[in-house]
């Protein structure tokens, strides 16, 4: 089998992982619901998990990550948190309905929405995020790289504009956590939302949302919080504002092991064998007659990317050609609309879909040939 899904999820992970999810099932207690050394255990843990995601993110106090169960729920946090009836708010055709679904939730409510166009190649103009800001502008939310083209926002130039402006930048880093620095400080991020178990190589069911000091969010769950029991509404101090209920601990310490396999095999040597990869398949199919790659592959942006590259051949259905692939080459890939509906409409490709291949460190290179052979075939 030839797993060229890692957009989806990154399916193999490392083998500390793994290990330290099976130990967990079998030692950790409830952490912040005991005194007792199971519950300790599971609180140190977590602990050292935030840090290690400040760190990476360069988010300061650890206390300001909050776990979540993935970027679905860090953004729905973020974008319901945050914004109130009489804003408004920035966004881009690349989004995943991650971001898009809230968005159209708080519009409802009585939130202004502007969504900036994509080019055919799925790019935004930094100058319309300029354009774009009213007086009654509260946030840019946008993400990272799309999940569909791999394009990357530089948001360094984004963060510049909404500090010029005085709005919050809200970023869904699905796409790039773990594989591409991410400085919070520098790039002017004020909420950042990640899933585990994508790039950072963590277990499904895990994610978080890093909020810079001075923002608060109106918590999205209320509940238990293991202190301050006897308040009537949620504790305002984080991480517990952002976490109601049990966390999912044996997820957290996959997590934690995942942080440090990173951290010891550097998140450099991970992206630059990835978009090798990328690079090799993008290579390899472009000129095939009949096939039709989409996103930005100039030579600029080869450098960074996100190691996606989104094709279809001739006319066939996305589905279709993704099934062929599985069934007679196994190699599995996702077909369809990804969950990126604008960006499809960016991309013309609405009715057929894209299949979308997304390599992870751990491939190798005959598996990339054996897809760019697969792919030739097919077009015939």
């Not at 030692?27 to 005991?34: F, K």
């Not at 973020?78 to 989004?95: F, N, R, S, Y």
């Not at 209920?245 to 064998?273: D, F, P, Q, S, V």
């Not at 096939?291 to 592959?297: K, P, T």
């Amino acid at each position: 089998m030839i797993y060229l899904d890692n957009a989806a999820t990154s399916f193999r992970k490392p083998e500390e992982v793994r290990k330290a999810v099976s130990d967990a099932l079998v030692s950790l207690g409830n952490s912040g619901r005991g005194a007792h050394g199971a519950s300790l255990d599971a609180s140190r843990l977590i602990f050292d998990t935030r840090r290690l995601l400040a760190e990476l993110f360069h988010g300061g106090d650890p206390s300001r990550v909050a776990f979540t169960a993935n970027s679905t729920a860090s953004l729905n946090m973020a974008i319901q948190g945050l914004l109130e009836p009489g804003d408004h708010v920035i966004t881009t055709m690349m989004e995943h309905n991650s971001v898009l679904r809230p968005l159209y939730r708080m519009e409802e409510q009585g939130v202004e929405l502007t969504i900036l166009p994509s080019d055919e190649r799925g790019r935004v103009k930094y100058e319309d995020f300029e354009d774009a800001v009213r007086k009654n502008t509260k946030a840019v939310v946008c993400t990272h790289a799309s999940n569909l083209t791999g394009n990357i926002n530089d948001l360094e130039i984004i963060g510049s504009i909404c500090k010029k402006h005085g709005i919050l930048l809200v970023v869904d880093a699905s796409q790039t956590a773990g594989v591409f620095d991410i400085d919070m400080e520098k790039m002017g991020i004020h909420v950042l939302c990640f899933t585990g178990h994508k790039g950072l190589l963590g277990p499904q069911g895990t994610g978080g949302i890093c909020v810079r000091q001075g923002i608060s969010l109106r918590p999205f769950l209320v509940g238990g919080s293991g202190v301050k029991s006897y308040l009537k509404s949620q504790p305002e101090e984080m991480p517990e504002a952002l976490e109601a209920g049990t966390l999912n601990g044996h997820g957290i310490a996959g997590l934690h092991a995942a942080l440090l396999y990173l951290e010891k095999t550097g998140i450099e040597t991970i992206r630059e064998r990835e978009l090798l990869l990328m690079r090799r398949f993008y290579e390899g199919v472009k000129d095939i007659p009949g096939v039709r790659v989409y996103g930005d592959f100039s030579d600029q942006a080869l450098l960074c990317r996100a190691p996606v590259v989104a094709l279809n051949i001739r006319d066939y259905d996305s589905g279709e050609v993704a099934d062929e692939l599985a069934f007679s080459y196994d190699i599995y890939t996702r077909a369809g609309a990804h969950c990126a509906p604008l960006m499809h409409q960016a991309l013309g490709t609405v009715e057929q879909g894209a299949v979308r291949f997304s390599m992870s460190h751990y491939n190798e290179e005959e598996e990339i040939d054996k897809a760019i052979q697969a792919v030739r075939e097919l077009s015939l």
